[in-house]
């Protein structure tokens, strides 16, 4: 608990030094002006040296491997958060007999295998039955009693195209 505190007093005391040093350098800045120049000129200068000897220490302090600390916790425990929700939310889902996100993409991922199942099958059927016309006559017009009759032309999709329209 003490090393805490100590870490925690010596964080204070960098970020206290770092402003101590901005607010050193504003003043440096404020008060080296020139009497010969207007008074416009020196409001301009006055602001770009304080602009300029803030990002320079903001800089500083942001390149610090304190800061830099500090913002990878902060990071590490936000992930973690948002992880331990997700179990939460999840876990109160299924409590309630609610569906949850895995639940919804474990359903899809199988009507996709399914989906691919029943075309393998058409497909296979759809060679059968061109085995059969082949057979009755080589135009498939040829009925039952043995009569030519005429041939419709089937409209059936190729496997693959029916494929490509429903993979994601």
Known sequence: MSDEKENLYEQ??????????SFAKLAQVAFTYSPESAPPELLRQLRSGIFQALGKSWEEY??????LDSMKQ????AISFRKATNEVL????????GTSQKDV???MVSIHHMEVRLLDC??????RLDQLEQRLGKDGTKGADGKARPSAPRSRKTTKT????TSK
């Open 162 to 165: 029916a494929r490509k329209g």
């Open 105 to 107: 993409e474990a359903i």
């Open 12 to 21: 204070a005391s960098a970020f206290q030094k770092i402003w101590g040093e």
């Open 90 to 97: 999840t876990r109160a889902h299924q409590e309630i007999q």
């Open 122 to 127: 058409m497909e296979e059927l759809s060679g």
């Open 62 to 67: 942001m390149r610090s491997p304190q800061f």
């Open 74 to 77: 902060m990071m590490d425990q």
